[in-house]
């Protein structure tokens, strides 16, 4: 049996296929995760609405912190849904798995842990070294 290199990336096309599984899987996750978390962000509002006959500061200081974590809770799932959408569209350039950086290829072990990862470990702490 033939396995050829898919897009010169040193992966069969097996390999590729399983990848993808695997990202889009965790793209869904994330998807039906967001949607869970508008629903509770409305159901929230809802009950905020409703429940305001008698609040205090302190009552009303509790219900911002709860739309804050709400809100920021969002983000946090778009962000790391878009990570996942990106590393998707790499792997169909056939960019998925090397630096944006330097081009090296990532870790397997370090893509097991993080598959939207888009650099290499060296590139990643020059980064975050510089914006120290």
Not at 36 to 46: D, G, I, K, N, T
Request: charged share 30%; net charge negative.
């Amino acid at each position: 049996m033939l396995v050829h290199d898919t897009v010169g990336t040193g992966r069969s096309q097996a390999e590729t296929d399983q990848i993808r599984l695997s990202l889009q899987a965790r793209y869904d996750e994330l998807s039906a995760e967001y949607e869970h978390a508008v629903m509770q962000s409305h159901v929230l509002r809802l009950v905020e609405v409703g429940d305001t006959a008698g609040d205090d500061q302190a009552d009303s200081g509790t219900k911002t912190a709860e739309r804050d974590t709400a809100q920021s809770l969002l983000r946090t799932i778009l962000e790391r849904r878009a990570q996942f959408e990106h590393a998707l569209a790499r792997l169909d350039e056939g960019t998925y798995g090397f630096c944006e950086g330097c081009s090296a290829p990532i870790p397997v072990e370090r893509l097991e842990i993080f598959p939207s990862a888009t650099s290499c470990v060296a590139c990643k702490q020059n980064r975050e070294r510089r914006a120290a």
